[in-house]
């Protein structure tokens, strides 16, 4: 009896000595797959380094509509080999001058000698263009035969999904991380146009732009955000959809911007309490909160309250889905709604038209090198009739707009603010930037200069010594 009890002793031994190698094993394959990976999906990381302006807090100034240089760094991918390069348009917004640092090509055959690596390479990029709503910029390298990262279906991402982020958080080039999806669309506020993937991969300030892939190496999102209290990684990561990325990336790459179209309403998701207040058939949807005056919803017979049913045939269930889906039919077409209205149902065809984005060009004028007027120490932009109706009405119709001050700019007794037109430089009309210029340089240090300018709705003179 001892001696089969001592057999079935040392069988059991060796079959948990089998498992924990099985085991072992197992793990080696595991993490050879991460390393493979890694090596696949770092030679399409760059960093990104912006130089430029950026407006400056009033905190840090006093005065609102100034602005100060500054560099930037974030993280890029590549996702064309002809040298496309996407990065997040917070990187980049504001930059005169962006390069990037392309990683060293992986030696095939050279032996390992030492674990650190030389530096890539850096080349100068072009800002395509960028998107402020999504935070997603497009550059440009002249490079050819690039190592390109395919984009997935983001809307394939599913909660639980190993993801891996890589980038220069801090700076420190060539990281990577490791995580899963938390939620694969993470909206911050109800009606917010933005969805985000969530990741648990820690993600930290230099991060921004690189991306999210999967465990095939594809990008399935653009890593933009993180919630923190500390200011590090603290789990809450988020990163821009790839087929939100992959749609902006199209038009940037098409026209060099992102138009959208609206029918002139404001959508709101509908809530329980909503719903049964009003005694509508079911507790979700859309409702018409607000109609645009002369815009093409109204002029198509939309008033406020009525509930979306469909949109060409599709069901709306939120707010976010109705814009989208207004967004994406060309500038011109209409879209067919179906409504609720009391206890009627009706059928209306609305016109799509762009949406205007005026004041949000106008704010990034408040940085761009080109609008930077020196000897005033202000970046400036013609007047235009959309800019006046904008953000007018003003006193004329052609004049130089501030859009904002330069913080290292002549410091005067009396300054320029945003919003002020300037309509006349020693008595002679500016109605272009290029007119001021011309004017500026007949002048010399120590000359005296007046300027007429329009300052909430109200003519002013500004004069001082050119420096």
Do not use: C
């Not at 749609?247 to 179209?261: F, P, S, Y």
Request: hydrophobic share 40%; no cysteine; net charge negative.
């Amino acid at each position: 009896m001892r001696s089969a009890a001592i057999a079935v002793f040392f069988a059991f031994l060796t079959h948990l000595s089998a498992q924990n190698g099985a085991e072992t094993r197992d793990l080696g394959q595991l993490s050879a797959s991460f390393r493979a990976l890694a090596r696949q999906v770092n030679p399409s990381v760059v960093k990104v380094v912006a130089v430029g302006y950026r407006p400056l807090e009033e905190d840090e100034t006093g005065e609102p509509g100034v602005a100060a240089r500054q560099q930037s760094s974030g993280s890029g991918v590549i996702i064309g080999a002809d040298g496309l390069i996407v990065t997040n348009a917070h990187v980049v917004m504001n930059a005169q001058r962006v390069q990037v640092t392309l990683p060293n090509p992986p030696e095939a055959a050279a032996p390992r000698v030492s674990t650190l690596r030389p530096s890539g390479r850096i080349v100068r990029a072009e800002l395509i263009g960028l998107d402020l709503e999504t935070d997603v910029a497009l550059l440009k390298i002249s490079e050819t035969g690039l190592p390109a990262l395919p984009l997935a279906d983001s809307d394939a991402v599913e909660q639980g999904q190993i993801v891996m982020a890589f980038g220069s958080p801090l700076g420190l080039d060539n990281s990577v991380t490791l995580g899963v999806v938390s939620s694969a669309a993470r909206q911050f506020r109800p009606d917010d146009p933005m969805i985000y993937i969530q990741t648990d991969a820690p993600i930290n300030p230099g991060n921004s732009g690189g991306p999210l892939v999967d465990t095939e190496g594809r990008v399935v999102g653009i890593n933009t955000l993180i919630l923190s209290q500390s200011g590090g990684s603290e789990g809450l990561g988020f990163a821009v959809p790839s087929n939100i990325v992959a749609n902006v990336v199209d038009q940037l790459v098409k026209g060099g911007r992102v138009v959208r179209g609206e029918i002139g309403v404001v959508a709101q998701t509908i809530s329980p309490p909503l719903a049964a207040a009003w005694k509508l058939p079911r507790a979700w949807g859309v409702v018409i909160a607000d109609v645009e005056e002369d815009g093409p919803g109204a002029k198509a017979g939309l008033v406020t309250g009525d509930v979306i049913l469909t949109l060409n045939g599709r069901g709306m269930e939120n707010a976010r889905q109705f814009n989208v889906n207004v967004y994406r039919p060309a500038i011109g077409e209409s879209v067919r709604l179906e409504i609720l209205r009391g206890s009627q149902t009706l059928t209306l065809d609305v016109p799509v038209v762009e949406r205007s984005d005026e004041t949000e060009r106008l704010a990034a004028l408040g940085s761009q090198e080109e609008n930077l007027i020196p000897e005033l120490g202000v970046f400036a932009t013609g007047l235009t009739p959309s800019l006046n109706s904008q953000l007018g009405p003003f006193r004329r119709e052609h004049g130089v707009l501030v859009a904002a001050r330069s913080a290292d700019g002549p410091i005067l007794e009396e300054g320029f603010q945003a919003g002020d037109v300037i309509y006349a430089l020693n008595r002679e009309a500016t109605p272009t930037v290029g007119r001021l210029r011309a004017l500026l340089r007949k002048l010399k240090s120590g000359d005296s200069l007046a300027l007429q300018i329009e300052r909430n709705g109200k003519l002013r003179f500004i004069a001082f010594e050119l420096p």
